[in-house]
């Protein structure tokens, strides 16, 4: 599975929009980009994913560039509970690809 | 989107004692589980792979003897810790994904803090 690389903090204001990058050179063309948080002590929250077409769903948007070498997670409008670890994550085609976590994004929300 | 559980949310034992973690799909039916072990200020660390009905797989460094995983139906895996040790503790996460809809998606567990005295 190709590997990722995502700044290891950043800091956002309450109702601005939030834009986390992902940089993922290595990816090939059946794999998938995946995007999970994680609040303190609980299990990764699925956010979104895509492969090659942007997505947007009730929580993101996720932004692939043309070359699919990298990618933006944007929150629209961050909230104080937004304030998470940000994993994103390139997954092998099923069965049997694994999501492998790298180090992720802190992102703090601040009033 | 669909939920995972896992039981219990924490477990304190004593060094030597073997520990049972459970991870159920409440609302769909999963061929494949994951499991997961996360040290504080750490990244999540795959430890196996659960297949229903086969054997599990593991990652490299893994001691399968040691983490017992169990996958006897499309809705429940089990990891047994055994011979727990203090260097055990950690927080295990699981997480499933299932034919249909949800295929394409792991969803995870809330985690299982385990305290090895």
């Known amino acids: 599975d190709a590997k990722t690389t995502q700044p290891p903090s950043m800091d956002c204001a309450e109702g601005r929009a939030a834009n986390l990058p992902c940089n993922h050179s290595?990816?090939?063309?059946?794999?998938?980009v995946y995007w999970y948080r994680q609040i303190h002590s609980q299990g990764p929250q699925y956010i979104i994913h895509?492969?090659?077409n942007n997505e947007t769903n009730e929580m993101a948007s996720l932004i692939i560039t043309e070359d699919r070498k990298s990618s933006t997670l944007i929150l629209p409008h961050a909230t104080l509970r937004d304030t998470a670890v940000y994993y994103c994550i390139v997954r092998g085609p099923l069965p049997g690809g694994k999501l492998i976590f790298g180090q992720g994004t802190e992102l703090s929300v601040k009033p | 989107g669909a939920v995972v559980s896992q039981h219990p949310s924490r477990v304190i034992c004593k060094s030597g004692t073997s520990v049972k973690i459970e991870c159920r799909s409440l609302?769909?039916?999963?061929?494949?589980m994951f499991w997961y072990r996360q040290f504080p200020k750490q990244s999540l660390m795959l430890m196996a792979t659960?297949?229903?009905?086969?054997?599990?797989?593991?990652e490299q460094g893994v001691e399968k003897d040691k983490f017992l995983i169990n996958h006897a139906s499309l809705t429940l895996s089990t990891l047994t810790v055994t011979s727990a040790h203090p260097e055990d503790s950690s927080f295990y996460i699981c997480s499933a994904g299932g034919p249909g809809p949800t295929s394409r998606t792991q969803y995870f567990g809330p985690g299982t803090r385990l305290t090895v005295l």
């Open positions: 290595t990816i090939s063309g059946n794999e998938y």
């Open positions: 895509g492969l090659k």
């Open positions: 609302d769909f039916q999963a061929t494949t």
């Open positions: 659960s297949n229903e009905g086969s054997k599990a797989t593991y």
